[in-house]
T-cell receptor
Framework: KAGVTQTPRYLIKTRGQQVTLSCSPI?????VSWYQQTPGQGLQFLFE???????NKGNFPGRFSGRQFSNSRSEMNVSTLELGDSALYLC???????????????FGPGTRLTVL | GQNIDQPTEMTATEGAIVQINCTYQ??????LFWYQQHAGEAPTFLSY????GLEEKGRFSSFLSRSKGYSYLLLKELQMKDSASYLC????????????FGTGTRLTVIP
């Protein structure tokens, strides 16, 4: 079974631009979560989508948004990019989300975003 | 507040045993995960604990004490390929399927 895939793998943008990142979960997985990873802050939760609905949201500004399609593929968008948005953006998928489940999240390889 | 503490760096010798500690304070608890992340790669799942006690999986074991807000990952018979960052993460309850991560422990295995 194929793992989580993310595109593109690398991206260079300039301040003020916007960017869209894509994530395809493992086949059959319905929950997709997005994380930002930086050397100083580690992995921080952005948001989670399940059945095309945002179920949870981390503490990030509204410039960060996302969506999920009916096939569970997800995109995240960052508008008005800032230098501090340079990071590795990881998505993770799991089979079934929710209370009482022990579903493991499996991570994709990430998109390395550099903002100049 | 919410917090997960892990040592920043550790060094151990090939063939030895190393214990990586993790203490946490989070709003809600629905399990604790350990992930391994090699430089430039995605985190990969190692272990999961939701009840107190020890979970063993080959060379890797993970322990949890919910009352103490404490976990550790034990790596036995260290190999050079075990050089990586080890991430402790808490899955918070309340229907949240998101993980709250510590900043990770970078383990270096030396010959």
């Amino acid at each position: 079974k194929a793992g989580v895939t993310q595109t593109p793998r690398y991206l260079i943008k300039t301040r003020g631009q916007q960017v869209t990142l894509s994530c395809s979960p493992i086949s059959g997985h319905r929950s997709v979560s997005w994380y930002q990873q930086t050397p100083g802050q580690g992995l921080q939760f952005l948001f989670e989508y399940f059945s095309e609905t945002q179920r949870n949201k981390g503490n990030f500004p509204g410039r960060f948004s996302g969506r999920q399609f009916s096939n569970s593929r997800s995109e995240m968008n960052v508008s008005t990019l800032e230098l501090g948005d340079s990071a590795l953006y990881l998505c993770a998928s799991s089979l079934v989300a929710g209370e009482g489940t022990t579903d493991t999240q499996y991570f994709g390889p990430g998109t390395r975003l550099t903002v100049l | 507040g919410q917090n997960i503490d892990q040592p920043t760096e550790m060094t151990a010798t090939e063939g030895a045993i190393v214990q990586i500690n993790c203490t946490y304070q989070t709003s809600g608890f629905n399990g604790l995960f350990w992930y391994q992340q090699h430089a430039g790669e995605a985190p990969t799942f190692l272990s999961y604990n939701v009840l107190d006690g020890l979970e063993e999986k080959g060379r890797f074991s993970s322990f949890l004490s919910r009352s103490k807000g404490y976990s550790y990952l034990l790596l036995k018979e260290l190999q050079m390929k075990d050089s990586a960052s080890y991430l402790c993460a808490v899955k918070r309850g309340g229907g949240a399927n998101n993980l709250f991560f510590g900043t990770g422990t970078r383990l270096t295995v030396i010959p």
